[in-house]
């Protein structure tokens, strides 16, 4: 163990040992957003246009990607310095093109409120070192690299927060963490969660122990040990960490920015299974106080993963919602996304079910409610949900 890996350890455990005591949460408005992941613009006049049309369809608040992943599509209206890297200046991640100060002020002359959605263990940084975390597979029954940062490495960790400062010195309302910031299952075997882990519970995470009861060379796993639901809630504590350590960093010059979390819908719909494959917890991440908790109620995907119909996906929804509200002090700040375009086909909603997860909503009592993705009506493949995005008000 290196002095300097030992430091980054200690570092984690403090932040650990810490009770998660929320920041000052902000008094919070009902939100009608369009999250965007791709605008066909070509120029910032046509943006303009794009922004007036969400507006007059009923939207306050857009949620513009602020990074650009690899493969990708770039927005068309930027002069690309990068084919990936993020939408503002920093010198953590290369820039693509500096967007914001552009369609801050644009966005704002339409009637909109600017929510940048960003991204964290999926962000392509270019490094010397290794970032990558570690998990295990079941198959070979070793533990290799995984795909995505590890978030316990102290330069992922440096680098994340840079970045989320870096943002928030921009003139943004909110900012929407990516739905990458999770844990799978068998992630976080590096060897910083792992000596951050045993400074904390005096032991090690031990797969053997945890994924015991399984089929020799499966992947399937029958049930967890104990030993696994300490180190799941441990991981969920870990995560919940950074993402108020990058909501600390993003309020150093912006005080009053809004901070949402994604959350996946398993955390209202399967806490346990939320816990043991994502590490995300709805309570937990409710009481550490952020300002708006973002379900993922996609009734397609929903649909597919738990193979049912769409209207038992749609019945599913209007029972999170309650659920989700019952928890939370003010409405307001429970986000609720629903689909406007099929995953698969990228084929718009039909009206009929958009209307059914439209009524689901809103009869369980939601305010706040953003559809995902947002693609402008001039797009063949565009959906109708931007128009009816006032059934749910």
């Known amino acids: 163990m290196t002095r300097g890996s030992l430091k980054a350890w ?16 902000h008094a919070v408005e009902s939100l009608h957003a369009a999250q965007v992941s791709y605008l066909p613009a070509r120029t910032y006049e046509e943006v303009d246009r794009e922004f007036r049309r969400m507006r007059k369809a009923g939207f306050d608040t857009v949620i513009l990607r602020v990074f650009q992943n690899p493969g990708d599509r770039l927005y068309p209206f930027v002069t690309p310095r990068a084919t990936a890297g993020v939408y503002f200046l920093t010198a953590e991640a290369k820039v693509v093109d500096d967007i914001l100060p552009e369609l801050i002020p644009r966005a704002r002359a339409a009637g909109l409120r600017v929510f940048a959605w960003m991204s964290t263990l999926s962000l392509p940084l270019e490094t010397p070192w290794d970032l990558r975390g570690r998990r295990y597979d079941l198959v070979r029954g070793e533990v290799v690299a995984g795909e995505r940062l590890d978030p316990f490495h102290a330069e992922v960790r440096r680098r994340l927060l840079t970045l989320f400062r870096d943002l928030g010195r921009y003139d943004l309302d909110g900012i929407l963490l990516q739905d990458d910031l999770v844990l799978r299952h068998t992630e976080g075997f590096s060897a910083a969660a792992m000596g951050a882990y045993n400074l904390t519970s005096g032991r090690f995470p031990d797969p053997l122990d945890f994924y015991a009861d399984r089929q020799p060379a499966s992947p399937q796993v029958r049930n967890y040990s104990p030993a ?9 504590r870990a995560l919940l960490q950074l993402a108020a350590d990058l909501r600390t960093a993003a309020r150093r010059e912006n ?3 809004l901070v949402a979390v994604n959350l996946m819908y398993e955390a209202l719909s399967n806490p346990q299974g939320a816990l043991a494959w994502l590490a ?3 309570e937990a991440t409710k009481n550490a106080g952020f300002d708006y908790l973002s379900v993922m109620a996609y009734q397609r995907q929903m649909a597919k993963e738990l193979k049912v119909t769409p209207e038992m996906a749609v019945d599913l929804i209007r029972q999170m919602v309650r659920d989700g509200l019952s928890r939370m002090e003010d409405p307001a700040a429970l986000l609720v996304k629903v689909q406007a375009t099929d995953f698969d086909s990228r084929l718009p909603i039909e009206a009929a079910e958009w209307q059914a997860v439209a009524a689901a909503v809103r009869e369980a009592g939601a305010t706040s409610v953003a559809v995902f993705p947002y693609h402008s009506p001039d797009e063949r493949t565009a959906p109708v949900a931007a128009a009816n995005l006032k059934e749910v008000q």
């Open 280 to 282: 995300q917890d709805f």
């Open 10 to 25: 200690r570092g984690i455990l403090f932040g650990l040992l810490l009770t998660l005591a929320p920041a000052a949460v």
């Open 228 to 236: 696994f639901w300490d180190w799941a809630r441990w991981r969920n």
């Open 255 to 257: 005080p009053d920015l």
